[in-house]
C-alpha cells in the first residue's frame, strides 16, 4: 500500500482564505488584526522566515508592524520596543523572532510580551492554560500539526499516537493538545526521546506517528505498522551535490520506504512546514477578535 500524502500547502491554502474572509468581516467592523514584528540581527534564515511572515500577512489584510533591529541592540531596548507593542491597541499579536543574539536573554523577553498578544504562544501563562485544557493560544507548529490531522479526516480519540522528541516548542505541547478531553485530543499519547528504550517498540505499536526528532531518518519504515498515519515535523539539511544550492530539506522520516507502510503521510518540504505561518495568523486574528469582544 502507497500512502496518501497530506498536502500541507493546500491545507495551508485553504486556511488562509478562511482567515482572509473573516480579516474582511473585521475589516467592515473597523477592525484590522494587527503583528507586531521584532527581528534582532542577520541571521539568513531568521530574516527569510521573518519576511515570510510579513508577506503572509499582507496576503489575509493583516497590518505588520516590522522591526529590524542590529545585531548590537541592547536587551533593554528590546524590552523597551517589547512594552511599546503591548501597550499599542494597533497590535493584537507580538512575534519576537528567535534566536536572539547570546547577550540577550530570550526567556526574559518572551515573558515580557503580555500574554494576550503572544500568538507564538510561549509565554509560560499560555503554556499553563493548553495544559489545563484553557483557551490559550496554542503553539503555531504543534497546532498546525493537529489541523492537519483533523483536516485530513483523522480522528484522534482513542487512537495511540506516538511522539518522538519532547522539545518545547514542538514534543512536549503537542502530546499536550492530543491529551486534552476535546476534539482533536482524546488520544493516548506516548512521549519518546532520546533516553527511550527501543523507539521501535514503540512507534511499531502506534496509529499515529508524529516524528520531531531534528535527524534524518530516526522512523524508518521496520519502525512503522501498516496503516499508520505519520506526521513529519523535521526540517534537516542534507548535502546534496546535484542541488545548486548544495543540500536539500528532509524530514525526521525516511519518506521514500515509510510511505510504502503508511495510510497518510506529510512530506517535507511541503508538509507540516507551511502551517507554522499558517496558524500564527490564526493566532492574531484570533487575538483580534478577543481585542474586541468577538468570540
Ligand atoms: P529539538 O529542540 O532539537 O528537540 C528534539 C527532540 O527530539 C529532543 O527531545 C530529543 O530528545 C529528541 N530526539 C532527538 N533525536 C532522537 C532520537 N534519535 N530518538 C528519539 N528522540 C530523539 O528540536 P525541535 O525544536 O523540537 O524541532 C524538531 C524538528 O522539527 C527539527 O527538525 C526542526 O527543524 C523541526 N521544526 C519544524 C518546524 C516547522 O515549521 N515545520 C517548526 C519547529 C521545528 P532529548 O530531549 O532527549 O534530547
Do not use: W
Not at 467592523?29 to 541571521?43: A, C, R, S, W
Not at 519502525?223 to 543540500?247: C, F, H, L, Q
Amino acid at each position: 500500500m502507497s500512502a496518501k500524502i497530506i498536502d500541507g500547502k493546500q491545507v495551508a491554502v485553504d486556511i488562509r482564505a478562511e482567515l482572509k474572509s473573516e480579516v474582511a468581516k473585521l475589516a467592515e467592523k473597523g477592525i484590522v488584526p494587527g503583528l507586531g514584528v521584532i527581528l534582532v540581527g542577520e541571521d539568513p534564515a531568521s530574516k527569510s522566515y521573518v519576511s515570510a511572515k510579513e508577506r503572509a500577512c499582507g496576503e489575509i489584510g493583516i497590518f505588520s508592524d516590522d522591526h529590524r533591529l542590529p545585531v548590537e541592540t541592547k536587551q533593554e531596548e528590546l524590552l523597551a520596543l517589547v512594552e511599546r507593542m503591548n501597550k499599542d491597541p494597533k497590535i493584537n499579536g507580538i512575534l519576537v523572532q528567535l534566536p536572539l543574539p547570546k547577550h540577550i536573554d530570550e526567556s526574559a523577553v518572551l515573558l515580557a510580551i503580555d500574554p494576550d498578544k503572544d500568538v507564538d504562544g510561549f509565554h509560560p501563562m499560555n503554556v499553563g492554560k493548553m495544559v489545563v485544557g484553557e483557551k490559550a493560544f496554542l503553539p503555531c507548529t504543534p497546532h498546525g500539526v493537529i489541523q492537519l490531522l483533523k483536516r485530513s479526516g483523522v480522528n484522534t480519540c482513542g487512537k495511540h499516537v506516538v511522539v518522538v522528541g519532547r522539545s518545547n516548542i514542538v514534543g512536549k505541547p503537542v502530546a499536550n493538545m492530543l491529551i486534552q478531553k476535546q476534539e482533536g485530543g482524546n488520544a493516548t499519547v506516548t512521549l519518546c526521546h532520546t533516553r527511550t528504550k527501543d523507539l521501535g517498540y514503540h512507534t511499531r505499536q502506534a496509529d499515529i506517528i508524529i516524528a520531531a526528532s531534528g535527524c534524518p531518518n530516526t522512523v524508518t519504515a521496520d519502525m512503522v505498522k501498516e496503516g499508520a498515519v505519520v506526521i513529519d515535523v523535521g526540517v534537516n539539511r542534507v548535502e546534496d551535490a546535484t542541488r545548486e544550492r548544495g543540500y536539500r530539506l528532509v524530514g525526521d522520516v525516511d519518506f521514500e520506504a515509510v510511505k510504502e507502510k503508511a495510510s497518510l503521510i506529510t512530506p517535507v518540504p511541503g508538509g507540516v512546514g507551511p502551517m507554522t505561518i499558517t496558524m500564527l495568523l490564526y493566532n492574531t486574528v484570533e487575538s483580534a477578535k478577543r481585542a474586541n469582544g468577538i468570540d
